[in-house]
C-alpha cells in the first residue's frame, strides 16, 4: 500500500492554468484507501474544478493506475474525453502519475504528493519509482520522476556526464533527463524545463511518527515499555 | 587583479586548473602555485575530483591566495548538505576566496570511495542560488547573516553532450545557472573548435563570459580513453594520429593545446587549461600559443 495525500487546492489550480479543460483520473487502489484519489474524491475534485471555470471531459477510476496495461486498456473507451482534454488530472501516488504519463500521451498533473511510509513500498510491475519524497515534481518533469529516473536524482536538469543518452554510471540505463527532455518536447512543453526548483524539504521525506503508528508499531513499543 | 575584473575588462581570461594530491604533502601545489603565478588569471581548486578523496579545496584555495595565486574555490554538491555548503561558503570569504565554482560532482561510485553516500541535497543550480542569497546578506532559508559574503560565482557547462536532448538540455540548465546567479562559464575540454563555435554562437544571447576548456594530449591512450570514457571530450582521429606520428609526444601535445588555444581566441572570452600533472608546462604551452 501506497500513501498518498492530496496536494494543496492552490498547487493543483496552478497546474491547470491556461488549460479549459480536464480529465480526471482516480485509482481504486491506494490512492482510494487513502482518501485521496478514489471514486468519492475525484467526483469532489470535478465539482471543484467546474466551480473554479475548468470544464471536466470525463473521469475515470481504475484499479489500478501502477499498470500501464490496465491504463490502456480501461480507457479505451475513455478516448474521445481524454482527447477533448487540455490534460489529465491523476489523483494518486507518484507512481501513478507516471504509469499514466507513460501510456498515455498527454500532460498529466500529479494531484498528489506520495507520503513516505518508511520503507513498505507496495508493489507494482511497472519500471516506475517513486521516492514517496511527499513534495511531488512529475508536474515539471512530464511525468517522469527525475529523484529516481536519474542516477544522481538531479531536479534541476542534465548533468554533463550523459553519452549518446545514457547515464555515464551505467550505460544500459537511460538518461532520466534525457526521457524528460523528449517526454515534454512531445508534449510541446519544453518551457516547464526551464523552472528554477527550490531546494527539496527533506523533512518532507521522513515518515511522522502518526504515519509509523500501525498498531502492531503500537504493541512493539508496548513491550519494549514493559521490558524497559 | 581579481579574475572578476579581468573578466570584465574584456582582456582574453586564462584560468588553470590545480588539483590536491591525496596526503598532507603540500610541496606540489606551492611549486605550481609559484610557476602558475603572473602566467594566469586565476586557478581553479579541484574538490575531490572524480570522486577521489584528497586534501580539501578550501585549504588548497587558501594556500594559492597566500602565495598570490587568485583561486577559483570549485566546491561539489556530493558530499556536503546544505548546512555545510554554506557554513563552508563563510569560511571561505573569511580566509579571503572571492570565486566559487558551483557544480553538482561526480557520482562517488566512479571513485575511491564507492561506499560513500551520495549527498546531492542541492544541485549546482541551488548552490548557485544559495551563493547568490550570502551573497545579499541571508542564509538559504532567510536568517540574517552577520556579514556577508561576495563571492564572484562561476558555473560549467558541457558543450560535447552528443544528443540533440543532451545538448538543449545543457544550453536549458546554462540560461537557469545564470538565472541563479552564475557570472562566468568554463567547459569540458574543447578538441573541436568549429562545434564550439556553434556553441558559443547559441549562448552569445546570455552575455556571458565562456572559457573554453583545454586539455592537453599526453598520449594517445589518453585520447582514447577520453573518447571511451569522458562523457561529452571527443578528441578528433587526426589529433591521434598526430599524436601516434609524433616523435616528441610531450612537445606535440603541448603544440596541440598551444593550437586550439589560437583557434579558441576569436570565439571565446578565455581557456580554463586543465593539465592534470602537467602543470608545470603550463607556461610552454601559453608561450607556444603567444600568450
Known sequence: ?228 | MSLQSVLESGKFVITAEVGPLKGTDTTEIIEAAEILRGRVDAANVTDQQSSVMRLGSLATSHLLKEKGLDPIFQMTCRDRNRIALQSDLLSAHVLGIENVLAITGDLPSLGDHPQAMPVYDLDSVQLLWVISRLNQGYDMVGNELKGKTNFFPGAVVNPGVNTEAGFELQLIKMEKKINAGARFFQTQAIYEPEKFYKFMKRVEGFKVPVLAGIIPLKSVGMARYMNKSVAGVFVPEELIKKMADAKDKTQTGIEIAANLIKELKDISQGVHIMAIGWEKKVPEILDAAGL
Open chain 1, 1 to 228: 500500500m501506497i500513501l498518498s495525500k492530496q496536494k494543496p487546492w492552490e498547487e493543483i489550480l496552478g497546474y491547470l492554468e491556461g488549460e479549459n479543460s480536464v480529465f480526471i483520473l482516480g485509482c481504486n487502489g491506494c490512492a482510494q484507501a487513502s482518501g485521496t484519489g478514489g471514486p468519492e474524491q475525484v467526483k469532489e475534485m470535478k465539482s471543484k474544478l467546474e466551480e473554479a471555470g475548468k470544464k471536466v471531459t470525463g473521469s475515470s477510476v481504475v484499479d489500478f493506475l501502477c499498470e500501464k496495461a490496465l491504463i490502456k486498456s480501461r480507457l479505451r473507451s475513455k478516448i474521445e474525453p481524454i482527447k477533448a482534454a487540455d490534460s489529465i488530472l491523476v489523483m494518486t501516488c507518484g507512481v501513478g502519475v507516471q504509469a499514466v504519463a507513460a501510456a498515455v500521451n498527454k500532460v498529466c498533473h500529479p494531484a498528489c504528493d506520495t507520503v513516505n511510509l518508511g520503507g513498505s513500498r507496495g508493489e507494482w510491475m511497472g519500471s516506475e519509482r517513486c521516492l514517496e519524497c511527499g513534495e511531488c515534481l512529475l508536474e515539471y518533469t512530464g511525468g517522469i520522476c527525475p529523484l529516481t529516473a536519474c542516477t544522481k536524482g538531479l531536479i534541476n536538469g542534465q548533468c554533463g556526464g550523459a553519452s549518446q543518452g545514457k547515464c555515464e554510471l551505467n550505460p544500459e540505463k537511460d538518461c532520466g533527463w534525457e526521457l524528460i527532455y523528449n517526454r515534454l518536447k512531445a508534449l510541446n512543453h519544453l518551457d516547464k524545463l526551464r523552472r528554477f526548483i527550490p531546494p527539496k524539504d527533506y523533512n518532507k521525506m521522513m515518515p511522522d511518527v502518526e504515519t509509523m503508528a500501525t498498531s502492531r508499531w503500537a504493541l512493539e513499543r508496548t513491550s519494549q515499555k514493559e521490558k524497559a
